[in-house]
C-alpha cells in the first residue's frame, strides 16, 4: 500500500471580491460559495480517485487525502486553478495548497501544513508561466443562474478545465439558496422590493453571522477524523438551518440567502425579517451547540456573532451595504463573542431579547393606545445628552449611559405619557418601559444600550423616523 499524504488547500481574498462587485454580487457571492465546494471535487475526478478521499470542504478550505504518487499531479491542478482564479478575481483571490504525509499525531501533521501552507502565501501565484496561462480562457460564471437540485461542473466556475463529472447542489453538495421573489413569481426580489416588505420603513440591509474562533476549535480537534467530523458538522447545520429558518411564515418573502459556508452566512432582506432572523439563528445555534459540542473544551466554535447593515439609501449597492456588515461584525466580535450589532449598538443576546421586549412596549403604547410618537424622541433626546456629556476611553465598551438629573427624564416622560385618566394596562406598560431604559433605582438613572436599540426599533417600526 503506497504511502498517503495530506493536500490542505484554502481560497483566501473572497472578501476583498465580494466588497468590490458592483452589479453582479450574487453571481460573484455564489460563485465564491461554490469554488472550494467544487474544486476537490474535480480534483479527485480528475485523478480518477473516489470521493471518499475528500475529509472536508467550504468555506475558504479543504482537506483531501491522497496516494503519494500523485501529489505531482495534484500540485499542477492547482496551480492551474490558482491561474484561473487570479484570472478571474484580477488577483484579489488564489488558491494556495501544502501537502505532507500521514505520518505522526495529527497535531504534527496539522502544524506541518499550515507552515508549508504560510511559506507558500508569501510567493507568487504559481502557474503563471505562458504554457500555463493561455490554456485558461477567462470564466463567464453562471453561479447565479444554480437553483437548489441543479447540478454544477468545473467549467460552470473555471472554464477551460474538462468535466469529468457533475455534483447535484443541495444533495452532493450542501448548499443555501433561498431567495424571496418578485411580485411575478418570476426571478428573486430586488433590494428595494425586499424593503417595501419591511412592517414600518421601507429599508433593507444585510445580515452577517460568523462562528467565533472557528479555526481554533479545528485545532483542537485530536485527530484528523474529529477534523472532518467538526467541520463536516458545523457545514450541515448552517447550510440547512439557514434554508430552514429562511423558509419559515415571517422570513420567506422578505429575505434573500447570498452564501452560507461553514463558519459564516450572509443574507439580505427587509431589515425587521433580518433582526428576527438573527435572533432565530442564534437561538438555534445555542441547541446545537448544547447537543453536539457540550463534551468539548474550551469555548472555541461555541458561540456565534452577527451584525446587521441597513442600506444609507435607496442608491446603496448590496456591496457597500455586504461591506458595513462586515466591519460592524468586527465590531461585535472585538467586544466580545457571542454578541450582535443592530442599529448602533453591540449587544449581547439576552439584551437584545431585552430589547424586542421593550420595542414591543413602545409599539403597543403607540399603536393600541394612541401614545404620541414624540415620547420616542423624548427618550432618544436623553441618550443623546448623556453621550454628549461622557466621556468614554478610547476602545472601552460603553456599558450604561447615566443621567445625571433623574427628575428631568420622568418630569418629560410624565409630560407625553400621560399616566393620569388611562387604564391599568397603559398604566402598567408605561411603568414596564420606564424601568427596562433605566432599572429600578430611581436615583441612580443608567439608561442601557439595548433601551437605545429598542428605541431605534420602535422608530422604525412605526415610521416615526
Not at 234 to 256: A, D, G, H, K, N
Amino acid at each position: 500500500m503506497s504511502l498517503q499524504v495530506f493536500l490542505y488547500g484554502k481560497i483566501p481574498g473572497a472578501d476583498e471580491f465580494l466588497r468590490n462587485a458592483d452589479d453582479d454580487f450574487d453571481t460573484r457571492a455564489q460563485w465564491v460559495t461554490l469554488l472550494s465546494e467544487v474544486l476537490p471535487r474535480a480534483l479527485l475526478a480528475e485523478l480518477g480517485l473516489s470521493r471518499m478521499l475528500l475529509g472536508s470542504s467550504g468555506g475558504d478550505q479543504f482537506l483531501l487525502v491522497l496516494p503519494q504518487e500523485f501529489r505531482e499531479r495534484a500540485a499542477l491542478f492547482c496551480d492551474k486553478a490558482g491561474a484561473a482564479v487570479a484570472a478571474w478575481t484580477s488577483g484579489a483571490m488564489r488558491v494556495i495548497y501544502s501537502f505532507t504525509e500521514n505520518l505522526g499525531d495529527w497535531s504534527d501533521i496539522r502544524k506541518r501544513l499550515l507552515i508549508e501552507l504560510g511559506e507558500q502565501s508569501a510567493q507568487p501565484l504559481a502557474g503563471t508561466s505562458e504554457s500555463l496561462s493561455t490554456s485558461i480562457v477567462k470564466p463567464q460564471p453562471r453561479a447565479a443562474t444554480f437553483q437548489r437540485g441543479n447540478s454544477v461542473r468545473l467549467s460552470d466556475l473555471l472554464p477551460g478545465f474538462e468535466d469529468r463529472e457533475s455534483w447535484a447542489l443541495g444533495d452532493d453538495i450542501p448548499f443555501a439558496d433561498h431567495a424571496a421573489l418578485n411580485e411575478d413569481g418570476n426571478e428573486p426580489a430586488s433590494p428595494d422590493a425586499l424593503a417595501t416588505r419591511a412592517d414600518g420603513r421601507w429599508i433593507w440591509g444585510v445580515l452577517r453571522g460568523d462562528v467565533d474562533a472557528f479555526t481554533d476549535r479545528l485545532r483542537r480537534a485530536n485527530s484528523v477524523e474529529e477534523h472532518i467530523q467538526l467541520s463536516t458538522m458545523y457545514m450541515q447545520f448552517i447550510v440547512t438551518e439557514l434554508q430552514m429558518r429562511c423558509s419559515l411564515p415571517e422570513f420567506w418573502r422578505s429575505v434573500r440567502v447570498l452564501y452560507a459556508s461553514g463558519q459564516s452566512f450572509a443574507v439580505i432582506g427587509a431589515w425587521d425579517a433580518l433582526i428576527g432572523l438573527a435572533r432565530e439563528m442564534q437561538r438555534i445555534f445555542a441547541m446545537f451547540v448544547d447537543s453536539n459540542l457540550r463534551d468539548l473544551a474550551g469555548t472555541e466554535g461555541k458561540t456565534i456573532s452577527m451584525a446587521v447593515a441597513l442600506a444609507p439609501d435607496e442608491s446603496e449597492s448590496i456591496a457597500g451595504v455586504y461591506a458595513d456588515a462586515g466591519e460592524r461584525l468586527e465590531l461585535a466580535k472585538a467586544a466580545g463573542r457571542d454578541s450582535v450589532w443592530v442599529l448602533g449598538r453591540t449587544l449581547d443576546w439576552k439584551q437584545l431579547a431585552d430589547a424586542a421586549e421593550s420595542r414591543t412596549t413602545m409599539v403597543r403604547l403607540i399603536r393600541e393606545f394612541g401614545a404620541p410618537r414624540n415620547f420616542l424622541e423624548e427618550l432618544g433626546a436623553f441618550y443623546r445628552a448623556s453621550t454628549s456629556d461622557t466621556i468614554v476611553t478610547p476602545g472601552a465598551r460603553r456599558t450604561n449611559t447615566r443621567v445625571e438629573k433623574p427628575w428631568r427624564f420622568y418630569r418629560r416622560l410624565n409630560a407625553v405619557l400621560v399616566p393620569s385618566g388611562r387604564s391599568r394596562d397603559y398604566q402598567r406598560l408605561r411603568s414596564d418601559l420606564i424601568g427596562d431604559f433605566t432599572g429600578r433605582r430611581a436615583s441612580n438613572i443608567q439608561l442601557r444600550p439595548q433601551g437605545r436599540v429598542a428605541l431605534e426599533w420602535a422608530r422604525l417600526e412605526t415610521g416615526s423616523i
